[in-house]
């Protein structure tokens, strides 16, 4: 699975570039923790080409938001696809993360 990573502003931005599922949801967990145990704090998802995620996604998604809410700080979604929003609301995960319309608009709500 491809999942780029790319400073924008102040924050880093991680972005898978397919579906989060079955190995591809173990890479990207790999990649996430990377980035939020990294030297900058302030992390990004962009999920504009995630058309679907597995449970093990979804599991990473709040492990590595509520280890970020533990040292203060906190897990931004950018562009979550219709079907990822749904499976977090139905889940009722939902209000564990912060969404964004843009990584731009993600990386603003850091200012």
Known sequence: MKIERRIVGTAQVCEPQDALVDD?????AAV???????HNPRVVVAMESVPYMDSTA??????VSNEMVARSQ?????GVT????EIMELTGLSGRF????DVDAAVRSFL
């Open 74 to 78: 906190q897990l931004k979604l950018a």
């Open 32 to 38: 996430l923790r990377e980035c939020v145990n990294g």
């Open 98 to 101: 912060q969404f964004f319309e």
């Open 24 to 28: 591809g949801a173990g890479e990207f």
């Open 58 to 63: 979804l599991e990473t998604l709040v492990q």
């Open 82 to 85: 219709p079907t990822c929003r």
